[in-house]
Nanobody, 124 residues
Framework: VQLQASGGGLVQAGGSLRHSCAAS????????MGWFRQAPGKEREFVGG??????IYADSVKGRFTISRDNAKNTVYLQMNSLKPEDTAVYYC????????????????????WGQGTQVTVSS
């Protein structure tokens, strides 16, 4: 499985960005997909994930970020609105064919495949 991530960039606070993560190499529709981020000096943290059409989000992004997927395109999206300077980080998409629970979806170590990170910088 290969994940090709795109998106990110530099935006002012209050702005929006969209990430894409395109998967290849396996059946995508049954995969659990997650988005994580890592700021300098910090551990990778869960942003949100999607499993069988159900999405969950970290409290810090709930109401601002939205995850969606297009199985026909083997792509998952992370729409980020109302961005804040504290959202500045490198963002990663992860995938696994394992049947993760909602709780374990938040654990980076549960994912088997990762896209390359994309930088998001939010200026104040």
């Amino acid at each position: 499985v290969q994940l090709q991530a795109s998106g990110g960039g530099l935006v002012q606070a209050g702005g929006s960005l969209r990430h894409s993560c395109a998967a290849s190499g396996r059946t995508f529709s049954n995969s659990v997909m997650g988005w994580f981020r890592q700021a300098p000096g910090k551990e990778r943290e869960f942003v949100g994930g999607i499993r069988y059409g159900i999405t969950i989000y970290a409290d810090s992004v709930k109401g601002r970020f939205t995850i969606s997927r297009d199985n026909a395109k083997n792509t998952v999206y992370l729409q980020m609105n109302s961005l804040k300077p504290e959202d500045t980080a490198v963002y990663y998409c992860g995938a696994t064919g394992r049947g993760l629970s909602m709780a374990t979806m938040t654990v980076a170590g549960r994912y088997d495949y990762w896209g390359q990170g994309t930088q998001v910088t939010v200026s104040s």
